[in-house]
């Protein structure tokens, strides 16, 4: 498995690229930087990679407009070099872990599995519980915008999920954050066929749907926080 800390060159993320490199290095993984698509080569870069830009590139810390399709263009970078990552599993017939700069390893990895997606980050400086789950962001978005899908999955919820330690089938249709995932290379192949075809908008877009249902997993306990990310109610 190969293990990505996706990062940029700006000197704001130098300490904290250094200390995810850091947290890797100390469980005794090997790690390589993994520089995003610069804004300027958005466009370029998708239509090398046989893709396209779903969503129209807003400059700033604006919110993303799912009806007007807008984005912020730091985003859509960060996708799009998701994409780039799984282009590479994929290519290669390798297993990515794939980690964002603000990310902390605090536990073992786990193994991959091919037609798989593990998510391994709590995104947050704690663990994952059930209310956070429930309540998740990935959870508030199906309810606006899928209502009918989401009564069902709320009335299935399983409220004992996090009582079981390992992997586990992931309790939401889809990732919350992507700041610590591992993606298997067949599960690879499905989301470039995925967002080949539906276009780049922004990294955590990552659901079940995506790559077949029942091949979405998290891993309990997390072996990755994200400190800055300020933590769950508890």
């Known amino acids: 498995m190969k293990i990505f800390c996706v990062t940029t060159d700006k000197n704001s993320y130098r300490d904290i690229t250094e200390n995810c490199i850091r947290s890797i290095k100390k469980r005794g993984y090997e790690v390589e930087k993994y520089f995003s698509v610069p804004i300027g080569s958005l ?86 519980t059930v209310k956070s789950l429930y309540t998740s962001g990935r959870a508030k978005k199906m309810e606006q915008w899928a209502p009918k899908e989401y009564a069902v999955w709320s009335k299935q919820f399983d409220w004992d999920c996090l009582k079981k330690e390992g992997i586990i089938k992931h309790p939401c249709t889809g990732t919350i954050g992507t700041s610590g995932y591992i993606v298997g290379p067949a599960a690879a192949k499905r989301l470039l066929d995925y967002f080949t075809s539906d276009g780049i908008g922004f990294a955590d877009r990552v659901r079940e749907d995506h790559i077949g249902k029942g091949n979405l997993y998290l891993q309990v306990p997390q072996s990755v926080v994200v400190r800055r990310h300020g933590q769950y109610p508890t």
Do not use: M
Not at 83 to 103: F, G, P, Q, R
């Open 43 to 128: 466009e370029e870069v998708a239509k090398n990679n046989n893709t396209f830009l779903k969503y129209t590139a807003n400059k700033g810390n604006v919110k993303t407009d799912f009806e007007k399709r807008t984005c912020p263009d730091t985003r859509i970078s960060n996708g799009l070099t998701h994409y780039l990552i799984y282009k590479w599993a994929y290519e290669n017939n390798t297993s990515v872990c794939i980690l964002e700069a603000d990310a902390t390893l605090i536990g073992k990895l786990p193994d991959p599995i091919d037609d798989g997606i593990i998510q391994i980050s709590s995104h947050k400086r704690n663990q994952f």
